[in-house]
C-alpha cells in the first residue's frame, strides 16, 4: 500500500525556517512528480511547488518564489521543501502528492497524497 508522510511542520516566527520532508513507502517517489500544496482554513487548496521525475525541472509559485527550495534524494526516497523567510501567510496544512508522471500545480492530476503537516507561522 502506498503510503506518503509528512513531517517537519511547527511554529515558527517570521523570517523564520522549516524544512519539511516527504517520504514514501512501497512506491519509488524517483519515478514520479512531485508536488507540493498547502491549504488554509477557508481557503482553497494552492499549489506551491513541484519537481519532476525526468530532469528534476522544478516550479515554485510567485507566493513562494526565492523563498523555498523543493529537492529530492532518491537513495532516501524523500522530497524535502525547504522554507525560509516565513511570513504568517504561509501558516497552511501542507501536503505532498505523487502519482503522476507529468509535474502539475494541478491538484487533481496526483493520485497519492500525505496526510498534512500544519505549518503555522505567528508572532
Known amino acids: 500500500q502506498v503510503q506518503l508522510v509528512e513531517s517537519g511542520g511547527g511554529s515558527v516566527q517570521p523570517g523564520g525556517s522549516l524544512r519539511l520532508s516527504c517520504a514514501a513507502s512501497?512506491?519509488?517517489?524517483?519515478?514520479?512528480?512531485i508536488g507540493w500544496f498547502r491549504q488554509a482554513p477557508g481557503k482553497e487548496r494552492e499549489g506551491v511547488s513541484y519537481?519532476?521525475?525526468?530532469?528534476?525541472?522544478?516550479y515554485y509559485a510567485d507566493s513562494v518564489k526565492g523563498r523555498f527550495t523543493i529537492s529530492r534524494d532518491n537513495a532516501k526516497n524523500t522530497v524535502y521543501l525547504q522554507m525560509n523567510s516565513l511570513k504568517p501567510e504561509d501558516s497552511a496544512v501542507y501536503y505532498c502528492?505523487?502519482?503522476?508522471?507529468?509535474?502539475?500545480?494541478?491538484?487533481?492530476?496526483?493520485?497519492?497524497w500525505g496526510q498534512g503537516t500544519q505549518v503555522t507561522v505567528s508572532s
Open positions: 502528492a505523487t502519482g503522476n508522471s507529468i509535474a502539475t500545480m494541478i491538484w487533481n492530476e496526483y493520485e497519492y
Open positions: 519537481i519532476s521525475s525526468s530532469d528534476g525541472n522544478t
Open positions: 512501497e512506491f519509488t517517489l524517483a519515478r514520479y512528480a
